[in-house]
């Protein structure tokens, strides 16, 4: 098994972080949410965030990750000054744990994506005809069917643990790849069908038209929230995948290529779904249901063809969540190998245990989360259900805790002489922005982390 831990090439380390960037937050949660915090109003603040922000926290990331070359844990303990040592290593862990609940979630959502690429394949969703209470049932009926759903999620964890087997090089990068130039195909094939449907103009105008009074402060927040969690920052992932980085990256242009990227991709799901959701005549306030209640009636709605384009559509979200949980399991393997690792330099834990006892424990914890849907109804943690409850503390805690906490090391705890030297390659390249960089950085990005941080806990 190749123990290789960087990967080949700038590409390949762009295809990979944008893999893990690409999830089901850009095609199943960017759609629904701009549309419902007013098209493009949100877009604009999003946009805003994503580039002034969002770029700023994965800079941060893959510099502390490149500097040391070490994960989460080692890699704030390392670049503390003496007395903070200690203070920082619960950094490092606290992304570990991020990482680890983010992954239990987001299986829940990958197992049903599996199953819904099992269905529109053998045909079973295309035989619901475009009944929409009957589409909405054959959902309901499938999330609590009990452990049907884990089984799906189990087959769907399986293939991501044995890319994990193959090592940095010839599972992460080769997977990503292999995977995301298959994405951009099938996200183009939707939208080219779905911008010549009749009335497609419509969803266009939805999706871009700015309606400044659906944009409430809540929508701001939400712009914010969605902006980290689209790019996969604030638990530490980034920073594994910059000690992965070549040492002549450029990690300014790197990181821009990343969120520029991700943000195409997101756009792109919006103009694949919208346009053809109000071509049919439904409703895009869809919500969170959009996806697996709304799209396979739009879909049935096409006659023959739709079931190609099911198929399409449920097969790109499965690529998209295989890679960021692929990313996920990479940086809790890469973790507890070198936690595990001893002073004398010999190895602890090898690559394969690693990844196994992750995919062990977060499928294990991921199947609770399935259940919760069924069998599991029952049992409740401060009045939520057990998935309501994982997703509060991933999204309104943990990862804006983990992300203020790397803006604050990155800006005012590692030694800048540090920073300048990781930004410039050790001065094979100049970046112009640096100083801009470093001022948003230092004081913008805390400062409105800190605020989503409060009203995130407040407004709840
Ligand atoms: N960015 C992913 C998406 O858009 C979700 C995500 C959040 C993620 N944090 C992550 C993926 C960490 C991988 C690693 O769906």
Redesign the pocket.
């Known amino acids: 098994m190749s123990e290789q831990k960087s990967f080949s090439s700038n590409l390949g380390a762009i295809m990979a972080a944008v893999g ?11 759609p629904y949410i701009t549309g419902k915090y007013g098209g493009g109003a949100f877009l604009i603040v999003y946009l805003f965030f994503v580039f002034l922000l969002g770029s700023v926290l994965m800079m941060s990331e893959l510099v502390i990750g490149r500097r040391t070359r070490c994960t989460p844990i080692k890699a704030y303990t390392s670049l503390a000054t003496k007395g903070q040592k200690g203070l920082w290593r619960v950094l490092g862990w606290l992304c570990v744990v ?2 680890f609940f ?2 239990s979630q ?1 299986l829940v959502l990958s197992g049903w994506t599996t199953g819904y690429v099992w269905h529109s394949v053998s045909g079973s969703l295309a035989a619901l005809g475009t009944d929409a209470s009957l589409i909405a049932d054959f959902f309901r009926l499938f999330s609590t069917g009990g452990w049907n759903p884990v089984w799906y999620m189990v087959a769907f964890s399986a293939l991501v643990l044995i890319v994990i087997f193959g090592g940095v090089q010839k599972g992460v990068e080769l997977a990503s790849k292999v995977l995301m130039p298959i994405l951009v195909v099938l996200i183009l094939v939707l939208c080219v069908r779905s911008l010549t449907l009749p009335g497609s103009m419509r969803g266009v105008e939805y999706l871009f038209s700015p309606d400044f009074s659906k944009l409430t402060a809540e929508g701001i927040l939400a712009a914010l929230g969605q902006a ?8 530490g ?2 920073v594994v995948y910059g000690s992965y980085l070549p040492a002549n990256d450029n990690i300014f242009k790197t990181a821009m290529w990343i969120t520029a990227c ?1 943000t195409l991709i ?1 756009l792109l799901a919006g103009l694949a779904i919208f346009p053809a959701v109000f071509s049919c005549g439904f409703d895009p306030a869809g919500g969170p249901g959009l996806v697996f209640c709304v799209l396979p009636n739009v879909f049935n709605s096409m006659g023959t063809a739709g079931a190609v384009f099911s198929m399409v559509f449920f097969l790109l979200l499965l690529v ?2 295989l ?6 399991l990479e ?1 809790l393997t890469a973790c507890i190998c070198e936690a595990t690792a001893r002073p004398d330099g010999k190895s602890g834990m090898r690559r394969w245990q690693g990844a196994l006892l992750f995919f062990l424990l977060t499928t294990a914890l991921g199947a609770v989360f399935t259940l919760s849907f069924s069998h599991l109804s029952g049992v409740k943690i401060a009045d939520l259900s057990l998935f309501d409850f994982i997703d509060r503390i991933n999204s309104i805690y943990l ?1 804006p805790i983990c992300a203020l906490c790397t803006t604050i090391f990155f800006g005012w705890v590692m030694p800048e002489a540090d920073v300048r030297d990781e930004f410039t390659s050790h001065g094979a390249h100049r970046v112009r922005l640096y100083g801009a960089v470093r001022f948003l950085a230092r004081y913008v990005a805390p400062l409105a982390l800190l605020i989503v941080l409060v009203t995130g806990i407040f407004m709840n």
């Open positions: 893990s960037a690409v999830g089901l937050g850009n095609i199943w949660r960017f991020t990482s983010i992954l987001y980290l969690f689209s790019l996969s920052v604030g638990m992932v980034m991700d997101a998209a969540a890679t960021s949980a692929i990313s996920l940086c990862p």
